[in-house]
């Protein structure tokens, strides 16, 4: 695909790709929605304190882990486009909740269930891929990805306006997150009845199970149960943080932590019963694929995407402090990191579609991650500031570039399970960003810097050992083996 495809509006997959993207910034514009409207929340409700805000903060993210699983597991049995419409109509419900909640019962729940609709990215992930070719992948995946990833700089600019000017009063900030809501419904059915899952005349491949990912090997399996555990880990850390701030007891928190256990063992269970018949049956030849592939972009999503929401979460705070500005001045600076994310993550994918390695493009920017980070950890009040700027920026070219590359592999791997494959890969993501805000209340802003290029680094090598060319890494069509054109 070439820049200028983009404007082919009327070209059928261009306008799947525009649609798509939409409805990823429509979803991300809601999922953002509170953090710009905090301290006129604070203002009119009166009782709600900073404490609250983390509390919500927290659980902003904490189902959107488990919630890229199950979307991945249904996105592939039933299709992008009934997801996606399901996703944003259903997602507009606690929206409005929480724009109207006036109690902290209600707003702890309806925050928690809105934190679902970070998901909504796995599902464009395999509606473009159904849509675009191999050799063109990449780019259309970056450019899903870094358009719609930008609704959530949009929700902090437009939102305030909004609050104050377009609804004014005490209560503006409801009306203004209720908007958002009103977006999710609308486009919703739009979206509904304005795409298909794929081009005309090509059959969309499922998987022979959804309860879990299959696997082509006993070690495989293994692997997977094992990359499992993380993913139950990470809630498990986002309910300490909680404790920690005063809103979980010690016994409600050994409650969680049980029911983590018993959430890990089930999944374990599904695994077990999705892949022992199929290993024991025998996978044909051509229907094998390695997981290790699939872990090697869970480091590279946990390293990159991870290392971006928490660099976000703290850049303004940072730029402040070191170089004594204003809090305007050093919210406009951090901003440039999300600013990069409209050309980076394209770009990233598509120089992994140009060049004849994807896996040297993958590596070439995680390792370009890991010095932009070192470069960020040297920075302090002594350095120029257009230089400490210049570093931030490119230090954010490579992290979404990175995720550009990232998703211009994922659905090359195994075509029939791209959603479940995008859904774990996305879920580390969030993982990442949960670990890494955890270090960042134990270390200093230059010591943080250095452990998030140390994750940089290690992803690097592990996909320098493990992750392979994907087949077929730039042809016309996918490489589809015989369970898959048996799929329908």
Not at 39 to 48: K, Q
Not at 190 to 209: A, E, H, L, M, Q
Not at 324 to 351: E, K
């Amino acid at each position: 695909m070439s820049v200028r495809e983009i404007f082919y509006f009327k070209n059928q997959r261009t306008k799947v790709l525009h649609l798509t993207w939409i409805a990823f910034f429509i979803s991300f514009f809601a999922w953002f929605n509170m953090a710009p409207l905090a301290a006129t929340m604070m203002d009119s409700l009166g009782w709600l304190t900073k404490e609250h805000l983390a509390a919500l903060a927290i659980l902003n993210v904490a189902l959107t882990i488990p919630a890229r699983i199950v979307i991945g597991m249904v996105l592939d049995k039933y299709g992008p486009r009934k997801v996606f419409s399901s996703l944003l109509v259903v997602m507009s419900i606690p929206t409005f909740a929480f724009a109207f909640g006036d109690s902290w019962t209600q707003l702890l729940v309806t925050r928690l269930l809105i934190s679902c609709i970070g998901a909504s990215f796995v599902i464009g992930i395999r509606m473009v891929s159904e849509w675009f070719p191999p050799k063109s992948v990449g780019f259309a995946e970056g450019f899903y990805a870094g358009w719609g990833n930008f609704g959530s700089a949009v929700a902090a600019m437009l939102l305030p306006w909004m609050a104050i000017t377009m609804f004014g009063g005490a209560d503006g900030w409801r009306y203004a997150i209720a908007f958002s809501g009103v977006l999710c419904l609308i486009y919703g059915v739009i979206y509904f009845f304005s795409v298909t899952d794929t081009p005309p005349g090509k059959v969309y491949r499922k998987p022979r199970k959804i309860a879990a990912m299959e696997v082509s090997s006993w070690g495989d399996m293994f692997q997977l149960i094992l990359w499992t555990v993380p993913l139950v880990g990470a809630l498990g850390l986002l309910s300490w943080r909680l404790k920690g701030l005063g809103f979980i007891s010690e016994s409600s928190l050994m409650i969680i932590y049980g029911i983590l256990v018993l959430v890990f063992l089930y999944q374990v269970i599904q695994i077990l019963r999705v892949n022992v018949p199929i290993l024991k049956a025998g996978v044909p030849e051509d229907d094998k694929y390695k997981f290790k592939n699939v872990a090697a972009l869970n480091t590279t999503y946990f390293a990159n995407f991870g290392a971006e929401l928490a660099i976000v979460s703290m850049l303004p705070l940072f730029f402040l402090v070191t170089f004594s500005l204003t809090p305007t001045s050093a919210g406009m600076i951090a901003a440039s990191f999300a600013f990069v994310n409209l050309f980076a993550r394209p770009l990233g994918g598509w120089l992994s579609d140009r060049m004849t390695s994807r896996k040297k493009v993958m590596l070439m920017y995680m390792f370009g991650i890991g010095l932009g980070l070192i470069g960020m950890g040297l920075i302090n009040s002594e350095w120029p500031l257009v230089l400490a700027i210049a570093v931030t920026i490119m230090t954010s070219l490579f992290v979404q570039g990175a995720e550009g590359a990232t998703f211009a592999v994922i659905p090359l791997i195994k075509k029939r399970i791209t959603g479940q494959i995008s859904g774990m890969s996305g879920a580390y993501g969030n993982v990442g960003a949960v670990v890494y805000l955890t270090i960042f209340t134990m270390v200093s802003p230059q010591t943080f810097f250095f452990i998030l290029a140390g994750g940089a680094f290690a992803s690097f090598f592990y996909c320098l050992i493990f992750l392979d060319e994907p087949k077929g890494a730039h042809g016309e069509e996918y490489v589809l083996s015989s369970v898959d054109r048996e799929a329908s």
